[in-house]
């Protein structure tokens, strides 16, 4: 099994509708991060959490929340989708200044 | 403010030396990390530098200049499979954060 799962791996979905997109480690991390990437403009950090209970905005979590049901399991919802927010989202997890092990995405297209 | 720069695309030969360059201005550093992405697929660690001077890992190798905001990548003896982007990874210390540069996208041709 992968270190970090994402799921769903695809996704295509109309304007207004409510997604979740589902992330499970297991390295025993507590920290994870939700990240989007777009062509040209690289890794963007949406969220991050250091544990269960410190959850903190990204450079841009506008449109976006976030929910840690566990230390292993983080998830991305978009309340009500738009299409730019259409692009390639990666989950991550960390140990303290540690290299961030990375999930292998989630490709959402938004209709 | 953040800001780290790498050149957007490069290209090399099979079997050929390439280096990579990334600068970067932040406000507090810990360290520097590199990683290679294959299209469509997740990044994936290569290197770490938190002191200046050459760290070296078989084909890979990676530099930084803390006093110069400087770092660059060394890739010997190209491959085909090393046609990649690679990221460049800055630690903000007081934010225990990554940001990430936008990426050098390298194609190796025969």
């Known amino acids: 099994d992968a270190d970090v799962t994402q799921t769903p791996r695809n996704r295509i979905t109309k304007t207004g509708k409510r997604i979740m997109l589902e992330c499970s480690q297991t390295?025993?991390?507590?920290?994870m991060y939700w990240y989007r990437q777009d062509p040209g403009l690289g890794l963007q950090l949406i969220y991050y959490?250091?544990?269960?209970?410190?959850?903190n905005k990204g450079e841009i979590s506008d449109g976006y929340s976030v929910s840690r049901q566990a230390q292993a399991k983080f998830s991305l919802s978009l309340e009500s989708a738009i299409p730019n927010q259409t692009a390639l989202y990666f989950c991550a997890t960390s140990a303290p200044g540690g290299s961030y092990t990375f999930g292998s995405g989630t490709r959402l297209t938004v209709v | 403010g953040q800001n780290i720069d790498q050149p957007t695309e490069m290209t090399a030969t099979e079997g050929a030396i390439v280096q990579i360059n990334c600068t970067y201005q932040?406000?507090?550093?810990?360290?520097l990390f590199w990683y290679q992405q294959h299209a469509g697929e997740a990044p994936t660690f290569l290197s770490y530098?938190?002191?200046?001077g050459l760290e070296e890992k078989g084909r890979f190798s990676s530099f930084l200049s803390r006093s110069k905001g400087y770092s660059y990548l060394l890739l010997k003896e190209l491959q085909m499979k090393d046609s990649a982007s690679y990221l460049c990874?800055?630690?903000?210390?007081?934010?225990?954060?990554?940001?990430f540069g936008t990426g050098t996208r390298l194609q190796v041709f025969p």
């Open positions: 990874a800055v630690w903000i210390y007081n934010t225990d954060k990554l940001i």
């Open positions: 530098n938190v002191l200046d």
């Open positions: 959490s250091f544990d269960v209970k410190d959850i």
């Open positions: 932040t406000s507090g550093f810990n360290g």
């Open positions: 390295k025993g991390h507590d920290r």
